[in-house]
């Protein structure tokens, strides 16, 4: 099955560690994505990649960064420097024409 | 840059009709999509319009005027499974593969 994976669902960090999201997707899409979504919030975009060793800065990217190695592939670092990472972060991809975008499971981060 | 509005909550009950409002703000776009969002899931998308007027896809359809910067999502026959969220979300001409979303509203099907 076609899909973008996400893992952990849940994950708890320290304050002041870096923490890295993982998001791997099949569909062979070249544009990935990624939201953070706080609660009764919409989605709001951190950094997104067109291509492959390419990506850029979304509305919220300070204190975040990504890496764009593989097609597959998009991790996300959340680092220390971000005052407020507890979120739900969701992945998502999209094919030409950029009409429709698929998410993943999601990733529920808490910083204690 | 782009902003949405739409409503927080629309409370509504199995069976009936229920359509929810968007306006926005952009200079300029090439479409507008919804998408539907359970509790503590993924979004999923539901429709797209790139031009004016009225798509349907089985109980729901969507909406797009761009003279009055307006859309709207309508939901049929209402079903217990369609309580969630529902985000209106652009797609601009700066950054072109990106969505800007409305900040959801929350939809409550009672019996």
């Known amino acids: 099955d076609g899909g973008i994976t996400q893992s952990p669902k849940y994950l708890f960090r320290k304050e002041g560690q870096n923490v890295t999201l993982s998001c791997e997707q099949n569909l062979n899409h070249d544009a990935m994505y990624w939201y953070r979504q706080d609660p009764g919030q919409g989605l709001r975009l951190i950094y997104y990649s067109q291509i492959v060793n390419d990506f850029q800065k979304g509305d919220i990217a300070e204190g975040y960064s990504v890496s764009r190695e593989k097609k597959e592939s998009f991790p996300l670092t959340v680092t220390s420097a971000q005052k407020n990472p507890t979120a739900f972060y969701l992945c998502?991809?999209?094919?030409?024409?950029?009409?429709?975008?698929?998410f993943g499971p999601g990733t529920r981060l808490t910083v204690l | 840059g782009q902003s949405l509005e739409q409503p927080s909550e629309v409370t509504a009950v199995e069976g009936a009709i229920v359509q929810i409002n968007c306006t926005y703000q952009?200079?300029?776009?090439?479409?507008l999509s919804w998408y539907q969002q359970h509790d503590g899931g993924a979004p999923t998308f539901l429709s797209y319009?790139?031009?004016?007027g009225l798509e349907e896809t089985g109980r729901f359809s969507s909406f797009l005027s761009r003279s009055d910067s307006y859309g709207y999502l309508l939901l049929q026959e209402l079903q217990m499974k369609d309580s969630a969220s529902y985000f209106c979300a652009v797609r601009g001409w700066s950054g072109y593969s990106t969505l800007t979303f409305g900040k959801g509203t929350m939809l409550l099907v009672s019996p």
């Open positions: 319009n790139g031009l004016d």
């Open positions: 952009t200079s300029g776009f090439y479409g």
């Open positions: 998502a991809s999209s094919p030409p024409p950029y009409n429709e975008q698929f």
